[in-house]
C-alpha cells in the first residue's frame, strides 16, 4: 500500500465556466505552474507530494474529493492561481467548490487554500469557504509549517508562518517570512514527474502556422513585477507576505531564477517530454538584458526548434534583444499596448506614447516575431471615444493576435482599492471576474457605464476578427486554414447576462447610462 502523503496540490477545474464553450477547443489547457513549483519546494524540505491537476484531467468536484479520499494526506491544499496573474479570482469558485466536496466527503481532512486571490482577501477567504486554513502571501513556507504542525501529537498552529486560522472563535493571521530570494536552491523548478504532461496544450494562436498543439508546457524564470499597474493584481501574493511577516513592503518584488536553472528546466521539456510549444509565463520576461540573452544564448546553443511566447512591455525592448529571441525560437511577444488615448493610459500608470506603441511593435515584427496586442476597455478615464481609439489603434496596428479585456477591479490591485471605496458594483459570484463567463461584470468608467463596456468589448473582438485588412494578413502569413480557424474561433458568440437583462446592476452605483450605448455597432473601414 502506498504511503500516506504529506501534502496533496489540488489545480481545480474551473474552463467551463470561465471560458464556455472557448475552453473545449481554442483555449490553453496549461500545467500548473504555482502548484508544480510549490511540489519542488515542499520536496526540497523532505516532504512527500501529489499533485490533483483537475484541469487536466477533467475531474469533478467530487472526482477531487475521492482522489484525496484514497490518498488521505496529511493536508490537501487547493491552488487558486490562473493562466497569468489576474485569472486568479476567476477560478475561486470552483476552488471554493472543491473545498466543500472535500469537507463533504471527509470532514476531518484539513484543507489550505492559497494563491493570489486568497493572499489578497485571506480572511473573507477565510469566513466564505468550507476550509480549515488559508495562507497570506506566496505560501511556501506556510505549506511546510502546517504539515509539520498537523503531524505533531498536538498541532500548534500559532508558530506556522503566515497563516490565516480560526481560534476559539476569531480569525487570527500569523507573522510570514520575508520572501524567497534562493530560488536556485530552495525550488529549482517545477515537478513536472507529478503532472499529467500529455494533456498539455497550446492556445488555438500559439500555432497559427500549423503546429501541433500538443505537447505544451509553460515555466516562470522570473517571479514579481517591478512596475505597478493600477489595473493588475501581480504584487498581491508578494506584497502580502511581506506585510504578513512584518517586513516593510520592497518596491521591487521581482526575483529571477538564474538563465543556467531556467534552462535546465527547458532541457528537461525537450528531452524528456518532447515539448516545443513553451510559454515564459513571467509577468515580464523581456526586462532585464543579462537574464534574457543568457536564456536565449543558451537555448540557441544546443540547438532547440522551439515555439515560444512571453510577454514584453513597449518600454523594455532593449538593443540586440530581439534578434537572439526570435533565434532562440521566440515567435510570439505579447505586448501591454492597453488603451490608444495618452490619457487613459496615462491613468492607470503607463506612461508611454502612441509613437512607443507603434515604434515597439514595428521593431519585434521587423525581428520576425509576431505580436499578440493586448487591449482594455473600460479604464478609468475611458469612455466612447477613447474605447473606439483603442480599437482604431488596433486595427492599425493589426497585429498577429489581440487580445480585447474589460477593466476588471482584480482583488489586490489599486482598482479593487476604488472600487470598494467608490462602492462601485463587482460581480457577484468570483466567475464574474472572468473576461468570457456568462455572468461577467466589469467596472464602470467614469463615463461610461459597465454594461457599455462589455458591449464594447464584445463588438470589439468580432469588428477586429472579422476585418478584411486582418484576415488579409493572417491568410498571407499562415495560410488559409488559418483564416478558417479565426472564422470558426468568431463563430463562438459568449452568452452574457448583464447584456441580456438576466444580470441587473443597480442603476444608482452607476454613472448615467450614454444612449448611444443602446445603438452600438461597430464595424472596420
Same mark, same amino acid.
Given at each position: ?358 515604434? !515597439? $511593435?514595428?521593431?519585434? =515584427? ?12 473600460? %479604464? #478609468?478615464? *475611458? @469612455? ?106 468568431? !463563430? $463562438?458568440?459568449?452568452? =452574457? ?12 452605483? %452607476? #454613472?448615467? *447610462? @450614454? ?11
Amino acid at each position: 500500500m502506498p504511503a500516506r502523503p504529506d501534502l496533496v496540490l489540488i489545480n481545480p477545474a474551473s474552463r467551463p465556466q470561465v471560458y464556455q464553450s472557448l475552453g473545449r477547443t481554442l483555449a490553453a489547457v496549461e500545467n500548473p505552474v504555482w502548484a508544480g513549483l510549490m511540489a519542488t519546494f515542499c520536496r526540497t524540505k523532505g516532504l512527500s507530494v501529489e499533485v490533483i491537476d483537475a484541469e487536466a484531467d477533467d475531474l469533478g468536484h467530487d472526482a477531487v474529493a475521492a482522489r484525496v479520499r484514497d490518498l488521505n494526506p496529511v493536508l490537501a491544499a487547493v491552488v487558486v492561481y490562473g493562466h497569468q496573474p489576474s485569472a486568479s479570482t476567476q477560478i475561486m469558485t470552483a476552488a471554493g467548490g472543491v473545498c466543500s466536496a472535500i469537507k463533504q466527503l471527509t470532514p476531518d481532512q484539513p484543507v489550505l487554500l492559497l494563491g493570489g486571490h486568497v493572499a489578497a482577501l485571506p480572511e473573507r477567504t477565510l469566513r466564505e469557504e468550507e476550509a480549515d486554513f488559508v495562507a497570506a502571501g506566496e505560501g511556501l513556507h506556510t505549506l511546510v509549517g502546517l504539515v509539520e504542525a498537523l503531524k505533531s501529537p498536538v498541532p500548534e498552529f500559532g508558530s506556522v508562518p503566515g497563516l490565516v486560522y480560526r481560534d476559539r472563535g476569531q480569525v487570527r493571521q500569523n507573522p510570514g517570512r520575508p520572501l524567497i530570494k534562493d530560488l536556485d536552491r530552495e525550488m529549482p523548478g517545477v515537478a513536472w514527474d507529478l503532472l499529467p504532461m500529455a494533456k498539455y496544450r497550446a492556445h488555438n494562436w500559439h500555432c497559427l502556422d500549423g503546429t501541433p498543439r500538443q505537447p505544451y508546457a509553460a515555466i516562470y524564470t522570473t517571479l514579481g513585477c517591478p512596475y505597478h499597474c493600477s489595473f493588475c493584481c501581480i504584487q498581491a501574493p508578494f506584497k502580502a507576505g511581506e506585510a504578513a511577516a512584518g517586513v516593510k513592503s520592497s518596491v521591487n518584488t521581482y526575483r529571477a531564477w538564474d538563465p543556467d536553472t531556467a534552462i535546465a528546466q527547458i532541457d528537461t521539456l525537450v528531452n524528456q517530454y518532447g515539448v516545443r510549444n513553451i510559454k515564459i509565463a513571467d509577468e515580464m520576461f523581456v526586462l532585464k538584458p543579462r537574464h534574457v540573452l543568457g536564456i536565449c544564448d543558451r537555448i540557441i546553443e544546443r540547438g532547440y526548434d522551439l515555439n515560444i511566447w512571453a510577454y514584453t512591455r513597449v518600454d523594455t525592448i532593449k538593443d540586440g534583444m530581439l534578434p537572439k529571441l526570435k533565434a532562440a525560437g521566440f515567435n510570439w511577444l505579447a505586448v501591454g499596448i492597453e488603451a490608444g488615448d495618452g490619457r487613459v493610459r496615462a491613468d492607470v500608470d503607463k506612461g508611454f506614447g502612441q509613437d512607443d506603441v507603434f515604434r !515597439a $511593435v514595428g521593431e519585434i =515584427r521587423a525581428a520576425g516575431i509576431n505580436v499578440i496586442g493586448n487591449y482594455i476597455f473600460g %479604464l #478609468p478615464e *475611458d @469612455d466612447h471615444d477613447t474605447m473606439r481609439a483603442t480599437l482604431d489603434m488596433a486595427v492599425e496596428l493589426n497585429c498577429e493576435f489581440a487580445n480585447f479585456y474589460s477593466a476588471m477591479a482584480y482583488p489586490g490591485s489599486p482598482l479593487y482599492t476604488l472600487a470598494m471605496r467608490q462602492s462601485l458594483p463587482l460581480p457577484r459570484a468570483w466567475t464574474g471576474y472572468s473576461q468570457h463567463s456568462r455572468d461577467c461584470l466589469p467596472l464602470p468608467t467614469r463615463y461610461a457605464p459597465a454594461r457599455e463596456v462589455l458591449r464594447f468589448r464584445d463588438a470589439a473582438f468580432h469588428a477586429y476578427y472579422s476585418g478584411p485588412a486582418y484576415l488579409e494578413m493572417v491568410g498571407r502569413k499562415f495560410g488559409p486554414a488559418t483564416v478558417e480557424e479565426v472564422r470558426r474561433m468568431t !463563430a $463562438v458568440r459568449l452568452d =452574457r447576462d448583464l447584456l441580456t437583462g438576466k444580470l441587473q446592476v443597480p442603476p444608482t452605483l %452607476l #454613472p448615467k *447610462d @450614454d444612449p448611444a450605448a443602446e445603438c452600438l455597432t461597430l464595424s472596420i473601414r
